[in-house]
């Protein structure tokens, strides 16, 4: 009898080009772990299922990229929040517009359906949760209390809570029938990116840029344990059906956590980059991640992943296997009272009556015309959606595992399957509408394609903006010439570098100058000194410095600093850009209150040298704020990264106006 063959752990399942430009969003379905939603610049949501090339369905209507998704339990509804702070909700099965929700001042940032159907929350870049009556189509309650964006929502298994996850790194707790705050959780040292609720216990996880996963205790509302053993943020986190483990996605690794204690039971290498989403199925973790236009997704397997058991790698050892919790009067913590199943199951709003079920307005309308759902595959479409109302006369199709490829050959660490050794799957887009569709160009070629170079650089980028390395090589002109010796080649190498050699010399020579100055402890002087160099890049190399202690900024730093940030923002640089927007952001919140407030007040009897030259300095900071506040007003409708950071400067900033 043959010997059974080693199959991988973890690998790569497909990558398929989802829109025709950057994706800005995705989300897995919970319940099915095959249902896949993507939203793009493109302001389209496009519907997939995992490890099947073509797109089922894809939505329009919304006007701005799509920045937060959400598929509710029964993946039959689909929420979408954009850019300009609206929200659709679909029916997928219907294929048609349900909702429009307008509310929200900036992005949309996080959303998530209420167990029972009935509502919905978001989350925004303008700090506010609202929760909507997608019956009514209307906002419910406004919670206050977050001071930056709210970047991840969650509904609490019964209903009755929310948490929200902020970039102001706190953790909230909210009583919906109370509609008020019921704990802060203070703690995280970075923007808080994900929370959890266990599934059955009063146990909530949360992950943070700060590296950590903190579990907290909703009974005694204080901190249960701590994990924070990562290089890398958090980007998501999933808890397993029976709440036994906490699996916790990041860069290119998943790692299986316990907390009491806290304890790493094992730690897999996953090539999948910055994942952005986890779902399970099959006693397999599905993961999905994006790359510009592309996405990603990748399966491990669990039943090769340790989930109990002594820990890994210096947390706390405990030879004692996990006790797994059980949902009963027994168990460690309280646990969530459920609804009986009457009504447990989510009503749908589309059995209500034709008149309730849409608004007559001739807005929605409007909404309903200009928002469609393109079928581009009916056969997955029906397969997927339609069975759902019919009776079934046999019992329900259940969906296999991913088959696990062989292993190449004998490994020490579980590891994904390399990007070269999978196969990239090229979808055809989706049709659009627009009469002259983009033509993209080919992802392989035999011949190198000419790139421009782009208008703004990235920060991290894997190659040189307009250069070649075969520019600083020494060309080949025979191939049986003999080996040259070393001296030699460093001469040929190094020809054509002296100019890079004088621009670093330079820069060394002026931050020496600039570093000299700021060893006297007079920062003014250390910042003139690099101002007055007229080198961005010395200017930005301080300011990063300044940026990390926001007491060393003071007003007259301000009135020398404005004309810099002025330049930084209208850079080609997105370090550069990055490095502005953090310092504008420091002025408007340490010192706009303090220069509206001098401006505004009325002026003072007799002579006050300090007063007038407070007032002076308030007056040029105005002038030059005003002058920024129009660059970025005209960069706030940018997509991406750098959009969020203007619009959020843009609100800051409505003072001026």
Known sequence: MAASVATKTAWKLQEIIAHSSNVSSLVLGKSSGRLLATGGDDCRV???SVNKPNCIMSLTGHTTPVESLRISANEELILAGSQ????????LEAAKILRTLVGHKANICSLDFHPFGKFVASGSLDTNIKLWDIRRKGCVFRYKGHTQAVKCLRFSPDGKWLASAADDHTVKLWDLVAGKLMFEFTGHTGPVNVVEFHPNEYLLASGSSDRTV????????QVVSCIEEEATPVRCVLFNPDGCCLYSGFQDSLRVYGWEPERCFDVLLVNWGKVADLSMCNNQLIGVSYAECTVSSFVVDLSKVKKSGSVLHGLIRDDKPLIQPIPTGSSLRRIYDRPSTTCSKPQRVKHNSESERRSPSSEDDRDERESTAEIQNPEDYKEIFQPKNSISRTPPH???PFPAPPEDEPLTVKEATKPSQTVDIQTPLPKQENPDPVQMPPIASSTPVSRAEPSVIPATRDQPIGLKASDFLP?????S????????AMSQIRKGHETMCVVLTSRHKNLDTVRAVWSTGDIKT???SAVAINDLSVVVDLLNIVNQKASLWKLDLCTIILPQIEKLLQSKYESYVQTGCTSLKLILQRFLPLITDILAAPP?????????????????CYKQLKNISNIIKNKSGLSGRHGSAFRELHLLMAVLE
């Not at 060309?475 to 191939?479: E, I, M, P, W």
């Not at 030259?613 to 308030?618: F, M």
């Open 46 to 48: 496009n519907i997939w």
């Open 84 to 91: 300009s702070g609206s929200i659709r909700i679909w029916d």
């Open 214 to 221: 903190r579990f907290w205790d909703l009974e005694k509302f």
């Open 398 to 400: 259940k969906t296999e």
């Open 475 to 479: 060309a080949v002109k025979n191939q």
């Open 481 to 488: 010439q003999s080996e040259i010796v070393d001296e030699e």
């Open 526 to 528: 250390s910042v003139d």
């Open 604 to 620: 003072s009897v007799g002579v006050d040298i300090t007063r007038e030259e407070r007032l002076h300095k308030c007056k040029l």
